[in-house]
């Protein structure tokens, strides 16, 4: 079974904190995204990546980044934590049409 | 911005009832239709994708897509309490790697 592991279940920042969510997959693949997910509005795509050190701006980049220096993991960075950017953060990996997603990461900026 | 419509629901069925959940999309492009399940506190995990017009069938799961219409559904009969979930519509269009979703469908089957 494909695994994808988010680091952290739960966790509170402060506004102004540089802030990492670390993602890990198992299977090779080659793809890799971050959604976050908000009541009402679903998943909604800020950063994808295609291979190591390759990245793409998905819908919603902005406060965020991203860094993949191995295929095996992708990590989605807020520079500047925002009590906006409180949600769910999904990472998914890709193999061929199908998104297998980690458990996620429920963010609170306070 | 490509656009994924559902309703939020809650959709209440009886156990045993057939659910139908609906899903509209804004882009003529799209290629491929998914439709994903989430129980809540899990994250989504993919139940059925069709790509091509009419119905695609795997065991008590239906996936309709009409393309005319930009409308793709998922029928789920004999539902059972454990298909209580919100049902996430997903599509992609000419980039592959790009995944649209929709906000959910909530169903709620009652024993």
């Known amino acids: 079974d494909v695994k994808v592991t988010q680091s952290s279940r739960y966790l509170v920042k402060r506004t102004g904190e540089k802030v990492f969510l670390e993602c890990v997959q198992d299977?090779?693949?080659?793809?890799m995204f971050w959604y976050r997910q908000d009541p009402g509005l679903g998943l909604r795509l800020i950063y994808f990546s295609y291979d190591v050190k390759m990245k793409e701006k998905g819908d919603i980049p902005e406060g965020y980044s991203v860094s993949r220096e191995k295929k095996e993991r992708f990590s989605l960075i807020l520079e500047s934590a925002s009590t906006n950017q409180t949600s769910m953060y999904l990472c998914?990996?890709?193999?061929?049409?199908?998104?297998?997603f980690g458990s996620g990461t429920q963010l609170s900026v306070l | 911005q490509k656009e994924v419509e559902q309703n939020s629901g809650p959709l209440s069925v009886p156990e045993g009832a057939i659910a139908s959940l609906n899903c509209t999309y804004s882009d003529r492009g799209s290629q491929s239709f998914f439709w994903y399940r989430q129980y809540s506190g899990k994250s989504p995990e993919l139940i059925m994708f069709?790509?091509?017009?009419g119905d695609k069938e795997d065991g008590r799961f239906t996936a309709q897509l009409n393309k005319a219409s930009q409308y793709v559904s998922l029928l789920i009969r004999d539902s059972q309490p454990s298909d209580s979930a919100t049902y996430l519509c997903a599509v992609n269009g000419d980039n592959f790697n790009k995944f649209y979703f929709g906000s959910g469908t909530k169903l709620n089957v009652k024993p």
């Open positions: 998914a990996s890709q193999r061929n049409e199908k998104l297998f």
């Open positions: 069709i790509y091509s017009n």
């Open positions: 299977m090779d693949h080659e793809n």
